[in-house]
């Protein structure tokens, strides 16, 4: 591990902005940030694209073998995009057919076995902020600073379907906030690596901040477990 750099975890429940912050922490530092939900968004296209039945665990676990997943950057974005077998994907896995199936294919052991190790590679090194739901439990456990985020389910469902809104996808906001009370519970409650708030995680609750007193506390954080390190 290189001793200068760290790996920080963000994880939270579903649209609490743990992208926005992990990016924006990510270029402060100069670290690399990786999305980890866009990888299970990734598998589950494929597999629809596929007309392979998301319940067929069996089936998902063979196919894991035709699956390529990577990260392109983006220059104008200033982030990683996810690639599926080369092409891509990184505005086609937001739409709500994506979506409404991830947390099936998230909760399917094979799935997580092979993500988690694609994930574990990447941070080898130190240098990266990743967001997800087990990165401070499963992939990272060693990670220097875990950061739990959380807001209203009210406020998540509207900054969601706004963002979807913007980027031209069709959406309601009753569908949406359905669709991550559902995903909540799903990624809560399965069996494998649930996402859990442990003693070792920092809680960022956001539901009355702005990105940027967010960005100050996180960044806060970072250079405490920076300078300790
Ligand atoms: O963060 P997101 O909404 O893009 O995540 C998509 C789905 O993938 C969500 O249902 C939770 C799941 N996920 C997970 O189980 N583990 C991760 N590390 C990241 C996402």
Redo the contacts with the bound molecule.
Sequence with gaps: MNQDKINIAIDGY??CG??TLAKELAKFLNYRFI????M??AVTLHCINQGIEIGNTNQITEELANITIGFDYNTSRERFEVTLNGKNVESEVREMRV?SR??EI?AQSAV?KYLVAMQQEIGKNGGVVM?????GTV?FPDAELKIFMTASVEVRSERRFNELIKAGKEATLSEVMANLTE?DR??SSRDD?PLQLTDDYKVLDNTELSKNEQLEIAKTWALECINQN
């Excluded at 999305?35 to 866009?38: A, K, P, T, V």
């Excluded at 967001?131 to 990165?135: C, E």
Aim: proline fraction near 0%; avoid cysteine.
């Design positions: 579903s649209s743990k992208g999305d980890s939900g866009s299970y968004r979506a991830v947390s998230a997580r967001d997800g739901r087990d990165i992939v995903r799903i990624d690596s």
